[in-house]
């Protein structure tokens, strides 16, 4: 091999190691820059919410703040959230420089039963969408009168009784819901209603869940408009019966 053969190989190999070097400088100020405190997201921006608390939708999403920018990857969280019982959709972007966005559309529990652990929460589906122990946590109306042994998050209540209810509850305006407190299904052909003022509200056996729902809206639109006191109305007749308090 000539001189000048094995000098033009210690150029190749000289240039070669400032590439490499210049390659790995270039990859170590990338990490240096993601890792950078000035790309930490400032805030994650949570809409949709009104049944879970944002701390709940951050764990189902497990995200901790802050988090970095481009660390982040939206289809994961997406991912994450859409497989949680309690959110129908999920939608998540950035918003750059320094904000995550995270939109969902719950899926509304309408019910709570007792179970053997604690509570869970139904929606229009008889789908157990949440389970939990404190009652500090119950939101909607409490079905009583049975109770469930041995059931999960995405279980289905196979009860026609609580079925029923749950379709009449699904047609109750939202301000009407948030009146009913409890339901007693103890007896199925006279299933009671109960209210935060403490009126009882006789369904019957719920054959005809909307036009009951119906009927229970217009009672308590026109409860607004009065200061007399009911104690109970009977929607089992075919013309309700109400009763005064005495």
Known sequence: ?????????????AKNLKR????????????????????????VKVTGNSYLPREDVLQ?????????????????IQNYLQNDLR???????????NCLNIEIVER?????MNCSYGYVDLDKNSVIIDTYKDPKKIQKPVIVGTSLDDVYTGDKVENEVVNKVLSYLGYLKPEVLQQ?????????????????????????????????ANKTNEFFYDVKTTTIPVEYIDFSYARPVLKIKQ
């Open 1 to 13: 091999m000539t001189k000048k053969q094995v000098k033009s190989k210690r150029l190749i190999a």
């Open 20 to 43: 490499g070097l210049i390659g790995l400088f270039a990859i170590l100020a990338i990490i240096f820059i993601i890792n950078s405190p000035i790309l930490k997201i400032g805030y």
């Open 60 to 76: 189902i999403a497990r995200i901790t703040e802050p988090i970095n920018i481009f660390s982040v990857q939206t289809d994961v």
């Open 87 to 97: 959110i129908d959709t999920a939608k998540v972007w950035r918003d750059f420089p």
């Open 108 to 112: 509304l529990p309408l019910a709570v």
């Open 180 to 212: 009913i407190i409890q339901i007693n299904i103890a007896d199925a052909n006279t299933i009671e209603a109960y209210t935060l003022k403490g009126t009882k509200i006789i369904l019957g056996n719920i054959e005809d869940p909307e036009d009951l």
